[in-house]
T-cell receptor
Framework: AQSVTQLDSQVPVFEEAPVELRCNYS??????LFWYVQYPNQGLQLLLK??????LVESINGFEAEFNKSQTSFHLRKPSVHISDTAEYFC?????????????FGKGTKLTVNP | DAGITQSPRHKVTETGTPVTLRCHQT?????MYWYRQDPGHGLRLIHY???????DKGEVSDGYSVSRSKTEDFLLTLESATSSQTSVYFC?????????????FGPGTRLTVT
């Protein structure tokens, strides 16, 4: 079964600084990869996803993630963060065992953007 | 986005009482899921459904049961609530049938067991 490791539980940064949130998954078989964002007291929203094709995927608000098959990683980056990016970010990977459609989530990374 | 609602949004109950949480979706998605979210644990899958009357256990299913009698509704029941079940519960759906596995989440239910 798949597992997902988010290497940092908390990441504090200053506004306009770059940030990278790290995500590694366990299996190198064909996977779908996702980043979700959760703002305080809300549900999870899809930020971006990798299904196939270009290994670099982007979101509408300036985040990007790169699928690296050899390193089984899907790190999330943003070149310049805003206060409004403060949230918890979850990496998820598809788990295709047994024919069921499930996602396995990491434990989350809390991003705090300070002025 | 899928229209997913959860009810109630907040509930306080006493140890030993039964509790039912409801998830309702309007997108005719085949798969539905119940997760619990706890600090330091991320999201953990409780149960999921792959069709009407078709359900299966997730990684933390002990103490929980589910039912799905209609495509749009997925109920989570705590037969006898315990303090360890104090958590935020999220419902999610996905289209299924060879789709992208992308899941859509409801707003959550905050449950406190005293």
């Amino acid at each position: 079964a798949q597992s997902v490791t988010q290497l940092d539980s908390q990441v504090p940064v200053f506004e306009e600084a770059p940030v990278e949130l790290r995500c590694n998954y366990s299996s190198s078989v064909s996977v779908y990869l996702f980043w979700y964002v959760q703002y305080p007291n809300q549900g999870l929203q899809l930020l971006l996803k990798y299904l196939s094709g270009s290994t670099l995927v982007e979101s509408i608000n300036g985040f990007e993630a790169e699928f690296n098959k050899s390193q089984t990683s899907f790190h999330l980056r943003k070149p310049s963060v805003h206060i409004s990016d403060t949230a918890e970010y979850f990496c998820a990977v598809s788990d295709r065992q047994g024919g069921s459609e499930k996602l396995v989530f990491g434990k989350g990374t809390k991003l705090t953007v300070n002025p | 986005d899928a229209g997913i609602t959860q009810s109630p949004r907040h509930k306080v109950t006493e140890t030993g009482t039964p509790v039912t949480l409801r998830c309702h979706q309007t997108e005719n998605h085949r798969y539905m899921y119940w997760y619990r979210q706890d600090p330091g644990h991320g999201l953990r899958l409780i149960h999921y459904s792959y069709g009407v009357k078709d359900t299966d256990k997730g990684e933390v299913s002990d103490g929980y049961s589910v039912s799905r009698s209609k495509t749009e509704d997925f109920l989570l029941t705590l037969e006898s609530a315990t303090s360890s079940q104090t958590s935020v519960y999220f419902c999610a759906t996905t289209l299924g049938s060879g789709g992208s596995y992308e899941q859509y989440f409801g707003p959550g239910t905050r449950l406190t067991v005293t």
